[in-house]
C-alpha cells in the first residue's frame, strides 16, 4: 500500500507519463499528403482546411466537434474511403498509404 510521500512521487510520475499516451504519432507523410489534398480535396475544403462549401467541415479548428480530427485514424480513412454527406469515395482512387499521408496532412492544418 502506497501512502502519504510513496502516493505524491507515484503520481507525479504517472502524470508526467500521461502525455507521452495522448501525443499523436504521425502516419503518413504531410508534404505527399498535402499534394494529394490539393489535387482531391482543396476544391471543397480550401487550401487551408476551411471549407469553401456549405457544410464541408473546418479542419483548421480544433474546437469543431465536427471536423474528424479527433477521431481515429482509421475513422478517418474509413470516412476518406467510403465518402460522407456530399464528400465522394475515394476508394479506388487513393490506396491506403495515400489516404494516411492525407490524414497527416489534415492534422497539421490544426
Not at 13 to 30: C, D, E, K, R
Not at 32 to 43: E, K, M
Not at 78 to 98: H, M, Q, V, Y
Request: hydrophobic share 40%; glycine share 14%; aromatic share 8%.
Amino acid at each position: 500500500m502506497i501512502t502519504g510521500r510513496g502516493l505524491v512521487i507515484f503520481f507525479l510520475l504517472f502524470a508526467g507519463m500521461l502525455p507521452l499516451g495522448i501525443q499523436s504519432v504521425q502516419a503518413g507523410n504531410p508534404f505527399a499528403g498535402q499534394q494529394i489534398y490539393a489535387r482531391y480535396c482543396q476544391t471543397c475544403h480550401g487550401p487551408k482546411g476551411r471549407g469553401h462549401l456549405a457544410g464541408t467541415p473546418d479542419f483548421s479548428w480544433r474546437g469543431m466537434p465536427n471536423n474528424g480530427l479527433g477521431t481515429l485514424d482509421q475513422t478517418l480513412a474509413t470516412r476518406i474511403l467510403n465518402g460522407k454527406n456530399t464528400c465522394p469515395s475515394f476508394r479506388g482512387i487513393l490506396d491506403e498509404g495515400a489516404v494516411m499521408n492525407v490524414i497527416t496532412h489534415l492534422r497539421t492544418l490544426r
